[in-house]
């Protein structure tokens, strides 16, 4: 009798074992967590492991397979055995309802947001090997990248670039107070080795996140420690080291991950190293560089030295570090906490835009570069998920970050060496919360704060006697700019409808002292006060399950900050910027379209258009003082004087198309279009729409390869429609048959691959610019790689 229970006990557990089933990710093996199981009488799902149950299910019944963004499976319950216990989904490359969690903080289906939002998930850095987060962002849709030196990377979006749109990483804001109105290189400070997932709102989204989303937000999510399905401490990670030829690229990556199954502890690090960049051979005589003053060869005099290869940009080279650790402790289910810490640093980088500006026919500068750039983050968060009256969830984030940068400028054969340094302390709170009334109804809301302290210095290095000496500062010396702001955002579901809307209350301050500076200008500091109201209403429409139909109307604001209002810096040679303390709000009011379609499973279509109305608008203008004096001595320099003003209006508009087929299961292509426009009240172009770009791809894909063979193009800005600003850097551009600059339109062909060799290693690589060519983006200083090889092996264990 003992041995027939222990008989039966056996054949028990086989059997359970093999009702229990696991789902996974086709590519990753990763388990599927929520894939409705379903056949024509009974329907379950999988757990976080994803595994689940099929008791209730017969063997030759048919059971469907389906998850949000993933092709649907359907398969029988005896196959599903012989199989080994295991179905295997594959990612959806035709979808409208992924997940995102930028638009409101929280996540929630792409099919039921009425924004535009552009996600690029980190297979996306192992697919195009990007070397900085800036090129990440060009390989989405609708973001166009400017670089005036290579150790950065300005986006513009639908016509705003720089302090106008909002950078998030993590949820955290890492706009500052001194987030200029030029071009920003700033998004380079986060490690694009280190991301989890990236999303992009194309339009505002200054509801949820305030003051500076007027064009977009670029929301960052870095790697998430992850835990255990076992007991012990369970080992995880990747190694990756990549090369390229065009700027003898050297880059290390590594990332330990050490989970139990309530906590985890994750570290992710990448050095890289860059030479100076080699330009395509079909440049233009104009973009060449024929000569450069000598790299720390001044002895009283500078050193110009003939270029013995015109196509390297002497001097583009720099390095960075970037280090980000984080701690997770999930004790419940319904309990989670974060501890991050991430620290970003370059070396001095070349501007390389000033490098080649002359005067006289004569190189300008002996020296312009800027010291390292420097950014700290430290965080706490605390997600709950409670079954309150006032929630259902709860996210608590504090952060602290200190920011530091700098930069040097020395004029040809002087031995005064200019130097202007800024220190930024920035504290900031968020508290969001989501509470679902029924399954039609659902507010999200919440209060933000952050407060900025600035200091800055100014002082001149004499190369000669090694003396120094203070000069004015960017800055006033110490200032601080701070805000305080709450949320609330509605959706409302229909059967076939969805609305959304939502608005904000900001209250922003911020003061300084000029008594420092000896500028002689007519007020001594400031203190101002801002507060804006403003909302957005959208609706999703399915008028069939194919289709989805979009509707936003947004009003926006951005308040000036510390470098709008009291910044003095020479915007281009010969120019410089002054304070203007009665500077305003500016304001938009956007309506968003977008259509979009999918055809079973094989093709998809969307088209959006846009309008903005920018009121208030902050542009630079010629700015006489008080007493009618026009021009000023900066740096020993007679300089014309400009100041950001409130211009009546701007209006911008534009649209894109995105199309994707799929032409077999492991064939597909995929095309994507912008076009940007605007003037401001004067009649001028603005200065960040980009001329029209996009990309077309013909991707092959199965378990072990990846490939992607594509067109990257770029239409052409003449110069009655570059706007004034960028007519006045000649150095910049091409010269049309008028001797006038303008933009010309370009176009490249490129490969990018990987391969999966066994279970853990990746070999990736690819050619940029196969054909060499020779181009400079619009309102770049640097001009692009030339035919670029990219090899990397990546490690995973």
């Excluded at 390229?244 to 990448?270: C, M, P, R």
């Excluded at 500077?583 to 998809?604: C, G, H, N, Q, V």
């Excluded at 052409?716 to 303008?742: H, T, W």
């Amino acid at each position: 009798m003992r041995y027939l229970i222990t008989l039966v006990f056996v054949f028990s557990c086989i059997l359970s074992q093999a009702q229990t089933i696991r789902v996974l990710d086709k590519k990753t093996g990763l388990p599927l967590d929520g894939v409705i199981v379903r056949s024509a009488n009974f329907t379950t799902q999988t757990d976080k492991n994803g595994t689940v149950r099929l008791d209730q299910f017969q063997d030759l019944e048919e059971i469907l397979f389906k998850l949000s963004s993933y092709l649907e499976q359907t398969i029988s319950k005896q196959k599903i055995v012989q199989q080994g216990n295991t179905v295997q989904l594959s990612e959806n490359p035709i979808k409208i309802d992924e997940v995102v969690v930028s638009v409101n903080r929280w996540e929630q289906s792409r099919a039921e947001v009425p924004q535009s939002v552009v996600s690029i998930p980190a297979e996306d850095v192992l697919h195009y090997n990007p070397q900085t987060t800036a090129d990440l962002l060009s390989t989405g849709s609708g973001v166009y990248i400017q670089k005036s030196q290579m150790g950065g990377g300005s986006p513009m979006i639908r016509g705003f670039a720089a302090n106008r749109l909002l950078i998030v990483v993590d949820g955290i804001r890492m706009n500052n107070a001194i987030y200029r109105s030029g071009n920003l290189q700033n998004v380079i400070s986060i490690d694009a080795n280190s991301l989890e997932n990236t999303e992009v709102i194309l339009g505002p989204g200054t509801v949820i996140y305030g003051s500076d989303a007027l064009g977009g937000v670029m929301s960052f999510t870095t790697l998430k420690p992850k835990l255990s399905t076992h007991e012990g401490i369970t080992p995880s990670g990747k190694i990756m080291t990549r090369y390229s030829s065009a700027n003898f690229e050297k880059t290390l990556h590594a990332t330990i991950n050490l989970g139990g199954q309530k906590w985890a502890a994750l570290v992710s690090s990448t050095y890289t190293d860059f030479d100076d960049l080699r330009m395509g051979s079909k440049a233009r005589d104009e973009y060449k560089r024929p000569e450069y003053v000598l790299k720390d060869g001044f002895d009283g005099a500078d050193h110009v030295i003939q270029n013995d290869n015109e196509l390297i940009q002497r001097y583009t080279g720099y390095s960075q570090f970037n280090i980000l650790g984080k701690l997770r402790y999930r004790p419940s289910d319904k309990t989670e906490l974060i501890l991050s810490a991430n620290h970003s640093q370059t070396s001095d980088i070349p501007r390389y835009d000033r490098l080649i500006v002359y005067r006289n026919d004569k190189l300008r500068y002996g020296e312009w570069y800027y010291g390292p750039q420097v950014w700290s983050m430290f965080c706490g968060q605390l997600v709950l998920h409670l079954n309150s009256v006032l929630a259902d969830k709860i996210n608590l984030q504090t952060a602290f970050q200190k920011y530091a940068e700098s930069r040097y400028d020395r004029a040809i054969n002087k031995a005064g060496k200019n130097g202007r340094k800024e220190d930024l302390s920035i504290y900031s709170a968020n508290l969001d919360l989501a509470k679902g009334l029924d399954n039609q109804n659902e507010f999200f809301y919440g209060v933000e704060s952050y407060y900025n302290l600035i200091s800055s210095k100014g002082t001149v290095y004499n190369l000669v006697s090694g003396n120094t000496e203070s000069i004015p500062s960017r800055y006033p010396g110490d200032s601080d700019y701070g805000s305080l702001a709450g949320y609330i955002s509605y959706k409302h579901r229909w059967e076939k409808l969805i609305l959304q809307a939502g608005t904000r209350y900001t209250f922003t301050w911020m003061s300084g002292d000029f008594s420092q500076t000896d500028y002689g200008f007519p007020f001594e500091g400031f203190d101002m006060k801002n507060s804006a109201i403003i909302g957005n209403i959208g609706l999703v429409w399915h008028p069939a399950t194919d289709w989805q139909i979009n509707m936003d109307l947004s009003s926006g604001f951005r308040s000036p900050n510390i470098d709008d209002v009291a910044k003095v810096f020479d915007s281009e040679p010969g120019n410089v910027i002054v304070p203007n303390p009665d500077l305003e709000p500016e304001y938009t009011r956007t309506i968003d379209m977008e259509i979009k379609k999918t055809f079973a499973d094989k093709a998809s279509i969307e088209i959006g258009a846009f309008y903005t109305r920018l009121k208030n608008a902050m542009v630079r203008r010629d700015f006489p003082l008080n007493d009618g004096q026009d021009s000023i001595m900066y740096d020993g320099t007679l300089s014309k004087v400009e100041a950001l003003v409130n211009a009546d209006a701007a209006d911008i508009y534009g649209g894109s198309v995105a199309f994707g087929y799929v032409l077999t299961t492991h064939l597909r292509t995929k095309h994507d279009f912008t076009i940007t426009k605007g003037k401001d009240s004067d009649g001028f172009p603005v200065r960040h729409a980009p001329p029209i770009f996009g990309s077309s791809h013909l991707i092959f894909e199965n378990n072990r390869w990846f490939a992607d063979l594509y067109l990257m193009y770029n239409g052409e800005i003449a110069y009655e429609d570059l706007a004034p600003s960028e007519q006045d850097k000649p150095y910049m551009y091409a010269i049309d048959k008028n001797g006038n600059p303008f933009s010309p339109a370009w176009w490249t062909l490129n490969l990018k691959g990987n391969f999966k060799v066994g279970k853990h290693f990746f070999l990736s690589g690819g050619v940029e610019n196969i054909l060499d060519q020779g181009y400079r983006p619009y309102s770049s200083g640097m001009v692009s790689p030339g035919i670029n090889f990219v090899i990397s092996l990546l490690v995973q264990f």
